[in-house]
């Protein structure tokens, strides 16, 4: 049975205490970046320092591309392409339906990315990626290279054009809107390698871009990493002891408690209520009485 930490009264009613957590793979070194295709009632997700995506579905887990530019953080677009941040060649690609790769971004300002790390797509068709450092730092989960910018925010308009949006985080990792995009949360994870703070932040997205930031929230134990929203607004946020559920005020509601550091995690199956957890070496999934934002 799964354990979970009820600090609000009201998370009691967003699990279900019958529900298993279950452990679908497991042999990674670090697996990132889930994304579900109810197409296929799939999932993909990126071993980083594995440098492979896997594909989980019920009947078995398969290796979806080997070797994978360290891939790390994916989504879907509003045609249900793959978006895909790579480390290894610190860009972000789109998967075109013909299987050709398109390059989003590799540059900015004519110098090259960092390590786009997690990635969403707006209802205006915008790709929004974070790119902090964690891929050139060191071999592990990429290569080792020159940092040439600030960790910065960006957003791919549809036209192609690239614009830094948020220029004053440490280390933005995984990011997520609010239900009808009224706000932007950045896991700022600057701390993971310095004394730099380390935050959940929000920002109002009332002018289409993101205004000043404010903390939203701290988890208790490790680092927020990937994160996302369910239908009504509840933040669900990667930590070190588990999921974290937060409230849209910013106070948590309770965790779902696994066994190994989560990195990130994404809601899938046939209702979406179905939460996929990547947790450092395995992938888990529990079913909850919650249901996750549909993509744009
Ligand atoms: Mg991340």
Not at 47 to 63: F, M
Not at 178 to 188: N, T, V
Request: proline share 6%; aromatic share 8%; with cysteine.
């Amino acid at each position: 049975m799964p354990e979970f930490q009820i600090t609000q009264p009201a998370f009691a009613a967003f699990v279900l205490h019958n529900a298993a957590l279950k452990r679908l793979a497991s042999g990674f070194d670090w697996a990132e970046g889930p994304v579900w295709f109810a197409d296929h009632q799939a999932l993909l997700f990126s071993d980083i320092p594995g440098d492979r995506v896997l594909r989980w579905a019920e009947s078995g887990l398969t290796t979806q591309a080997a070797p994978a530019n360290f891939a790390n953080g994916h989504t879907r677009d509003l045609q249900g392409r793959l978006i895909t941040c790579e480390h290894g060649t610190r860009r972000v690609t789109r998967r075109e339906w013909d299987g050709s790769v398109t390059v989003l971004a590799d540059r900015y300002l004519g110098k090259r990315l960092n390590s786009p790390n997690d990635v969403v797509v707006s209802g205006d068709g915008a790709v929004w990626f974070t790119d902090p450092h964690y891929g050139i730092m060191t071999d592990h989960e990429g290569g080792k290279a020159e940092q040439e910018l600030p960790c910065n925010v960006y957003r791919i308009d549809p036209s192609g054009q690239i614009e830094a949006v948020v220029t004053d985080l440490q280390g933005p990792n995984g990011l997520c809107f609010s239900p009808g995009e009224r706000l932007l949360y950045i896991a700022d994870t600057g701390r993971q390698f310095t004394d730099d703070p380390q935050h959940i932040m929000v920002f109002d997205m009332g002018s289409g871009r993101p205004a000043k930031g404010r903390v939203f929230h701290k988890v208790d134990v490790g680092c927020a990493d990937g994160m996302r929203v369910d239908t009504e607004g509840y933040l669900w946020s990667s930590a070190g002891d588990g999921v974290h559920c937060i409230a849209p005020e910013g106070h948590l509601m309770g965790k779902i408690l696994v066994p190994e550091v989560v990195s990130n995690l994404c809601f899938g199956g046939p209702s979406r209520s179905r939460m996929f957890i990547t947790a450092t070496t395995s992938l888990y999934s529990i079913v909850v009485n919650r249901r996750g934002l549909q993509a744009p």
